[in-house]
Nanobody, 126 residues
Framework: QVQLVESGGGLVQAGGSLRLSCAASGRTFSSYAMGWFRQGPGKEREFVAAINRNDDTALADSVKGRFTISRDSAKNTVYLQMNSLKPEDTAVYYC????????????????????WGQGTQVTVSS
């Protein structure tokens, strides 16, 4: 069982920055595929960013150039650095994990993930 705890959300003005953290339990964190997803008001949950166990990354087109995903395996933590925030980035942000035995495919589909955090609210005011 993997437990994920997100932190770092809050209220920020447009153009500002936030860094979300997701702390994971488990001794094999370095082998996990990790992802960030978000769900805005009245919207479906959508892909934001993902990182594989080789630290290769993928970002949604809507956040490219503004967001960065990274991981620190020594701290069992994955980060989402969000810069130049826009009101449309307002959402609950969720961290997700999938233990991977082999392969380096970057996973953008939320249904591929086995474990989810409780979510952290990000609100961007105009």
């Amino acid at each position: 069982q993997v437990q994920l705890v997100e932190s770092g959300g809050g209220l920020v003005q447009a153009g500002g920055s936030l860094r979300l953290s997701c702390a994971a339990s488990g001794r094999t964190f370095s082998s996990y595929a990790m992802g960030w997803f978000r769900q805005g008001p009245g919207k479906e949950r959508e892909f934001v960013a993902a990182i594989n166990r080789n630290d290769d990354t993928a970002l949604a087109d809507s956040v490219k150039g503004r967001f960065t995903i990274s991981r620190d395996s020594a701290k069992n933590t994955v980060y989402l650095q969000m810069n130049s925030l826009k009101p449309e980035d307002t959402a609950v942000y969720y961290c997700a994990a999938k233990p991977v035995v082999g392969g380096l495919r970057i996973r953008k589909n939320q249904y591929e993930y086995d474990y989810w955090g409780q979510g952290t609210q990000v609100t961007v005011s105009s």
